[in-house]
């Protein structure tokens, strides 16, 4: 099955710097990439997900990078803000609803 | 819209007890997977309903099982509960399941002791 690797493992940034997250995937069938963030006790959120047939998407602070070729995709933060820490988790899916997780990064922004 | 709402959302359960979780989707949804989130080992993929058919199953043990009503709800079950069990159960809801997004639930969190 799908093997996705998320590193780093945790991150800590300072306020107004930007934090990448990188995850590679092993099936090469895998076509949907999301991204959630999940704070403490709460539940995981999507903050942003690209499809196989784009190489980047942006969405205000918050960017996807996709590399087929490489099989590895990147969540880019800029400007990060205090409320940005939380974990974060990437994913793969290779049809229908099962979805592959990385293991997650614990992301603190230091004010 | 109302999210993906899940019930109980805590609950604590004795070794050998059995357990059943339930979940509602987000209305018009028509697929509901299951995961489960513990530290060690992150989000994993327990199964996937649509139309009241089981899709697709993760790898784990016969214990764990569900199923879907024709209204979408869907519940899991656990039987024979180990101490392994204790983790957050997430519930998650999508259109149809052909690869479109995934809202997830607040989770049902079980401890078993």
């Known amino acids: 099955g799908e093997n996705v690797e998320q590193h780093p493992s945790t991150l800590s940034v300072q306020e107004g710097d930007s934090a990448v997250i990188k995850c590679t995937y092993s099936d090469s069938a895998s076509n949907y990439f999301p991204w959630y963030k999940q704070e403490l006790g709460k539940r995981p959120q999507l903050i942003i997900d690209i499809r196989s047939n784009v190489g980047e998407k942006k969405d205000q602070r918050i960017a996807v990078t996709l590399n087929k070729t490489a099989k590895h995709f990147s969540l880019h933060i800029t400007e990060t803000q205090p409320e940005d820490s939380a974990v974060y988790f990437c994913a793969a899916s290779i049809f229908g609803n099962q979805f592959y997780f990385g293991t997650g990064t614990s992301l603190t922004v230091i004010p | 819209k109302a999210g993906v709402t899940q019930t109980p959302r805590y609950l604590i359960k004795t070794r050998g007890q059995q357990v059943t979780l339930s979940c509602s989707p987000i209305?018009?949804?028509?697929?509901v997977s299951w995961y489960q989130q513990t530290p060690g080992q992150g989000l994993q993929f327990l199964f996937e309903?649509?139309?009241?058919?089981?899709?697709n199953k993760g790898n784990f043990p016969g214990r764990f099982s569900g199923r879907q009503f024709s209204n979408s709800r869907s519940e899991m079950n656990v039987s024979t509960l180990e101490l392994g069990d204790s983790a957050l159960y997430l519930c998650a809801s999508s259109l149809d399941g052909s690869g479109n997004t995934i809202y997830f639930g607040e989770g049902s969190w079980l401890t078993v002791v």
């Open positions: 209305s018009g949804h028509r697929s």
């Open positions: 309903y649509f139309s009241e058919t089981q899709r």
